[in-house]
């Protein structure tokens, strides 16, 4: 088992530099239907951000939004729901939230397991690809170290090789 600060064991990252990190970037993926936008999603260590845009003029009064463990429910009260589908982890529901803003409905949706990268967001939703997935997995990996290293800047870090689970990597994350 290594010991030591955790700089000093060979990690898959080259250019690590002393510093603040200013943000780490995040891609919203979009899931389509038919042509057309359902919803964009992205994630993060602890959370998963769901963006919708609903029919012009509609209140944050009128949408009936229910976020449940394992299942999620959006829709206009008094109409079929928009989205009626089990997510494809679980979820805290009770730190779970949603904002309707500027004309975009924000889920803000905690993760049941941190760390975990999803690989789609509802089930029978297309799943990531490869590509996109590894290349989450990188700003998850980033947002561990910068997490797990206050203090050094991870902007500019880059991975040679294979992206490890942010999950597991190193003995895994010291929180649940």
């Given at each position: 088992?290594?010991?030591?600060?955790p700089?000093?064991?060979?990690?898959?990252?080259?250019?690590l530099?002393v510093?603040?990190m200013?943000?780490?970037?995040?891609?919203?993926?979009?899931f389509?239907?038919?042509?057309?936008?359902?919803?964009?999603?992205?994630?993060?260590?602890?959370?998963?951000?769901?963006?919708?845009?609903?029919?012009?003029?509609?209140?944050?009064?009128?949408?009936?939004?229910?976020?449940?463990?394992r299942?999620?429910?959006?829709?206009?009260?008094?109409?079929?729901?928009?989205?009626d589908?089990?997510?494809?982890e679980?979820?805290n529901?009770?730190?779970?939230f949603w904002?309707?803003?500027?004309g975009?409905?924000?889920?803000t949706?905690?993760?049941?397991?941190?760390?975990v990268?999803w690989?789609?967001?509802?089930?029978?939703?297309?799943?990531?690809d490869?590509?996109?997935?590894t290349?989450?997995?990188?700003?998850?990996?980033?947002e561990?170290?910068?997490?797990?290293?206050?203090g050094?800047d991870?902007?500019?870090?880059?991975f040679?090789?294979?992206v490890p689970?942010p999950?597991?990597?190193?003995?895994?994350?010291r929180?649940?």
């Amino acid at each position: 088992r290594a010991s030591g600060p955790p700089w000093s064991h060979p990690l898959p990252l080259i250019g690590l530099v002393v510093g603040t990190m200013d943000k780490i970037e995040y891609k919203r993926i979009k899931f389509q239907h038919n042509g057309q936008t359902v919803y964009e999603w992205e994630q993060s260590l602890e959370e998963l951000h769901c963006y919708i845009t609903p029919p012009p003029g509609i209140k944050a009064k009128q949408l009936e939004i229910d976020i449940g463990p394992r299942h999620l429910k959006v829709g206009i009260k008094g109409n079929p729901p928009f989205l009626d589908e089990d997510f494809v982890e679980f979820v805290n529901s009770k730190e779970s939230f949603w904002t309707l803003e500027d004309g975009e409905l924000h889920l803000t949706l905690c993760k049941g397991s941190k760390g975990v990268t999803w690989r789609g967001m509802l089930k029978g939703h297309e799943a990531l690809d490869e590509f996109t997935k590894t290349e989450v997995q990188k700003s998850l990996m980033l947002e561990r170290f910068q997490a797990e290293n206050p203090g050094f800047d991870f902007s500019g870090a880059s991975f040679n090789g294979q992206v490890p689970d942010p999950k597991t990597f190193m003995e895994g994350m010291r929180y649940q």
